[in-house]
């Protein structure tokens, strides 16, 4: 709980320090997203849209060279599909304060879906009138392959963990104070296939 705690933390510090770069209106829609959405998928969010500000600024004509905080909700009706698409363009490769960033198939759908959940609240609360963001084909995601381990090699792997095996004297003295402890963890994460961090 501690651990989770000390990140909700830092990803409300993140957040509020993200608003202050967006517009104004965002902080309306962060506001709504409090009571729906875990501290970390918010910092996201906020990360996604002021990408978007900034390629706005960067590369449409109406907003280059305006200040992001200066831009008017009713500004964001005046985006059409194909603004969309350019932005999905643009995540492929960019670069920004000297660093470059690309961004997969995954990344730009999560991006997409930060856009459009965007546009659905003011769409929702009439202070615009479209969604382009919706008008837009998520990109296509290829399907990965889930590697499982073998019976035989989960039964090897614990087993290894339990024993110490081929372990020197200094690090068969931490084994003998972590062994339970060890062994919990993994059968918890080969036992349900949750994520590292869901463990800790």
């Given amino acids: 709980n501690s651990y989770r705690y000390q990140q909700d933390l830092k990803n409300v510090t993140k957040i509020r320090e993200l608003l202050t770069e967006l517009p104004g ?4 829609y962060f506001l709504a997203l409090e009571s729906r959405k875990s ?9 996604d849209l002021l990408t978007f500000f900034h390629f706005l600024q960067e590369t449409n004509p109406y907003f280059k060279g305006k200040e992001i905080r200066s831009i008017k909700i009713s500004d964001m009706d005046l985006l059409t599909p194909i603004d969309i698409e350019e932005y999905l363009s643009y995540l492929q490769y960019y670069v920004k304060d000297g660093k470059e960033y690309t961004n997969s198939p995954e990344g ?3 991006k997409l879906s930060s856009l459009r959940s965007f546009y ?9 009138k479209t969604n382009p963001a919706r008008q837009v084909d998520v990109p296509k995601i290829k399907e990965h392959n889930i ?14 963990v339990e024993s110490g ?11 003998q104070k972590t062994r339970l402890r060890d062994v919990a963890i993994l059968t ?8 590292v961090s869901e463990c800790v």
Avoid: M, W
């Fill in 39 to 47: 501290t970390n998928t918010r910092k996201n969010y906020a990360y």
């Fill in 188 to 195: 918890l994460l080969l036992g349900t296939g949750i994520r």
């Fill in 108 to 110: 730009k759908a999560r």
């Fill in 147 to 160: 590697i499982r381990l073998e019976p035989q090699e989960v039964v090897k792997l614990l087993d290894q």
């Fill in 25 to 28: 209106f965002c902080r309306e």
């Fill in 165 to 175: 095996e081929n372990l020197t004297k200094k690090q068969l003295e931490s084994h």
């Fill in 120 to 128: 659905d609240y003011f769409l929702k609360k009439d202070q615009l």
